[in-house]
């Protein structure tokens, strides 16, 4: 039988996320060219695409089915010189697209915080930015899509064509169809360097006063956010801005190669902390070093774009900092006219029970597009946690939460969210599902996520 023979010629393998749990079984699959990707998905009962792994949770994972490594998918297949659009394979990363368009002076139009994702999984996951309030999502910038659907069929989709298709693939977790090529825009820049300022916040208020002041006069802005402060100090923080530097404002060596950045040395982590490691009191100890760290309120400076977006892509391996359990990244938003409340409910559910993170990260977000997409208008928040016993109870305490202020949770960080809790997260869902029904009735594209959420083909 075909669908024998697919499973077969496939190596039964573990798979995980970024975040290493959970740890499924599934055929792993690396075709080199779209007639050989046409045939694992004729062969197979079901499957899914894997791009560079860095989804933290069970998205990109599908238990007993065939798993297709895009990574020999990259093709860069045209660019426009004069509009900024280039053509190119799903599994072509971030990084390669640096690599290749920051020399020329072109820059993504978003980019979310490691470049070590594919732009397959950034369609897929509708990935933001730090600049999403100003500029939306990745999808905001893509023109067109190819995609392979469950029937074999290869098929065109953008906001003007086949639209609802369009729209249920940008966000829609891969489940949708296999895509295979992305024409999206990128920008023009004038140098490799961003003007950069941070700024202390004594609590969340003072941070959101910020946010309010800063966002108008630049492009992109995150804070890190001390978790596990309480009372006046509750969401203590540093906020960063930038803006894409001008020559005028690099130093001489600097304009000389004003679009050259020098590769970093990259250090790798070559084993799992032991989990006791982090604990509120190493986590406290931590987070007022660092807010600490910054003797001014003020801090002005010019930086590479690498060390500005990709601080942690320096540090290969960092979710072994976790321990071999692995952890969850709980990323959630909640909308703009609730959010200083809900942070405020958030944040001391976390610094009374002691769930805090090294990685706390405060952003605005702006409008959703897809109808799966993750940010709407408002704050959202991203808290790094180790798996111990007791995390599953507070997260849900975190759901009801977000639910109760009509938020939701990044379904591409998440690992652990109940069916009903994403139904009531996720309100377009139903209009998604009809897409799906109609264009894979059998669920051929299916994954521990969709699994887990009931996510099933009506």
Known sequence: M?????????????????????????????????????????????????GAGRSYGDAALTPKGQTVLTERLNRMLAFDQQTGVLCCEAGVTIEEILEVFVPRGWFPAVTPGTKFVTVGG????????????????????????????????????????????????????????IITEVEFSLRPIQTAYIRSLSIKAKNLDEAIALFHQYEQQYQYSAAWIDCLASGESLGRSILTFGNHAESKNLDREQQAKPLDVKPKRRFTVGFDLPTGLLNRYTM??????????????FAYSVVDYDSFFYPLDFLWNWNRLYGRGGFIQYQCVLPTEVSREALVKVLKLCSQKGWGS??????????????????????????????????????????????HYGGRVYLAKDARLSAESFRKMYPNFPKWLEVKSKLDPHNLFSSALSKRLQIQSI
């Open 122 to 177: 950034a369609v897929a996951f509708d990935v933001h930015g730090k600049n999403h309030h100003r500029d939306g999502s990745f999808s905001h910038y893509v023109q067109s899509l190819k995609l392979i659907l469950a029937s074999g069929e290869t098929v065109h989709c953008s906001r003007n064509y086949n639209s609802e298709l369009f729209w249920a693939t940008v966000g829609g977790m891969g489940l949708t169809g």
């Open 284 to 297: 406290n100890r931590f987070n007022a070093f660092y807010y600490n760290r910054q003797c001014s309120r």
């Open 358 to 403: 090294f990685l706390g990260v405060l952003k605005r977000l702006g409008q959703q597009e897809g109808w799966l997409s993750f940010p709407m208008s408002g704050y959202t928040l991203a808290l790094d946690m180790p798996l111990k016993p007791g995390l599953w109870k507070f997260l849900d305490e975190l759901d009801q939460i977000v639910i």
């Open 2 to 50: 075909p669908k024998a023979r697919c499973q077969n010629s496939a190596r039964e393998v573990a798979l995980s996320g970024w975040g290493r749990y959970p740890v499924v079984k599934s055929y792993l699959q690396r075709p080199e060219k779209i007639s050989s990707l046409k045939n694992i998905i004729q062969e197979s009962q079901t499957v899914l695409p894997k």
